[in-house]
């Protein structure tokens, strides 16, 4: 699980990285990255840190569902049900 977890962070790092110089691009999957690294935390019971992994996803997917709700639309509702499944 702890290699999990460093993997998970390394490529949550790259993505926000990636998504500072071209947030159209790479913002999706800083968004994606949390939602996962989410579903990590829940399965290891750190609930207040998945909490706010699926919130800061979720910010995200709002924010990108204002512009183009038919493509993050669905993104918004899968990290809703994340959180009402904590």
């Known amino acids: ?5 460093t993997a998970s962070q390394q490529a949550l790092d790259i ?3 990636l998504a500072e110089t071209n947030p159209a691009a790479y913002l999706h999957e800083v968004a994606q990255a949390l ?4 579903v990590l935390y829940k399965d290891t019971q750190r609930l207040t840190e998945a909490e706010s992994a699926f ?11 204002e512009a183009n709700p038919s493509v993050y639309g669905p993104d918004v509702t899968l990290t809703l ?6």
């Open 15 to 17: 993505r926000r990285k």
């Open 55 to 65: 919130r800061e996803a979720l910010d995200i997917y709002r924010n990108l569902a």
């Open 81 to 86: 049900n994340n959180l009402a499944a904590l």
């Open 35 to 38: 939602n996962e690294r989410g």
């Open 1 to 5: 699980m702890a290699e999990s977890e």
